[in-house]
T-cell receptor, first 116, second 111 residues
Framework: GAGVSQTPSNKVTEKGKYVELRCDPI?????LYWYRQSLGQGPEFLIY????????DSGLPNDRFFAVRPEGSVSTLKIQRTERGDSAVYLC??????????????FGPGTRLTVL | KNEVEQSPQNLTAQEGEFITINCSYS?????LHWLQQHPGGGIVSLFM???GKKKHGRLIATINIQEKHSSLHITASHPRDSAVYIC?????????????FGKGTKLSVKP
């Protein structure tokens, strides 16, 4: 398919464990975004990449959260020492990257993370 | 107080009705997004606008920068329009990814 894909679709882990969430953007999209959405809330910005570099990581809540995009395509969001409060749907989006008013974001289906 | 407020939180309409969802924000913005989220989580971007009005099919989005307000209108609503509609803003000077989201308006259109 040509859309944004995320794996796994569901992840259940225990408090204190390490998890990695993967995002495959649309081919050719230079911009990639991570958001998280808690139940009943709107999404919340985490980090945004332009190419391989994090252009804005101001939304990462603390140093347990880290994301990489080493080759400018696939991105991995890494969460260390997970806490129950990290439970949410983690959304990834990509866009062609121009940043202007036509730079539509295309969202993936999300990864539902549950920390027990 | 949230920087992006949507109203109503929940909306039930009969098929064919004209629907309006409102978004007010308290920060300076460079762009505003309207998104549609279906049950199960999939999000689709409907509009991104910084001024005036945009139309796509039965959907119309307007923005008044001076009043810090945007509306999303759906004409001739249909049950397939049932979804959560989310308003999000890019703050002035903020990066294109750093969006502030409203909590969403849950729309249910009855046949």
């Amino acid at each position: 398919g040509a859309g944004v894909s995320q794996t796994p679709s569901n992840k259940v882990t225990e408090k204190g464990k390490y998890v990695e969430l993967r995002c495959d953007p649309i081919s050719g999209h230079t911009a990639l975004y991570w958001y998280r959405q808690s139940l009943g809330q709107g999404p919340e910005f985490l980090i945004y990449f332009q190419g391989t570099g994090a252009a804005d990581d101001s939304g990462l809540p603390n140093d347990r959260f880290f994301a990489v995009r080493p080759e400018g395509s696939v991105s991995t969001l890494k969460i260390q020492r997970t806490e129950r409060g990290d439970s949410a749907v983690y959304l990834c989006a990509s866009s062609p990257g121009a940043g202007g008013t036509t730079d539509t974001q295309y969202f993936g289906p999300g990864t539902r993370l549950t920390v027990l | 107080k949230n920087e992006v407020e949507q109203s109503p939180q929940n909306l039930t309409a009969q098929e064919g009705e004209f629907i309006t969802i409102n978004c007010s924000y308290s920060v300076g913005i460079s762009a505003l997004h309207w998104l549609q989220q279906h049950p199960g989580g999939g999000i689709v971007s409907l509009f991104m606008l910084s001024s005036g009005k945009k139309k796509h099919g039965r959907l119309i989005a307007t923005i008044n920068i001076q009043e810090k307000h945007s509306s999303l209108h759906i004409t001739a609503s249909h049950p397939r329009d049932s979804a959560v509609y989310i308003c999000a803003v890019r703050t002035y000077g903020g990066s294109q990814g750093n969006l502030i989201f409203g909590k969403g308006t849950k729309l249910s259109v009855k046949p």
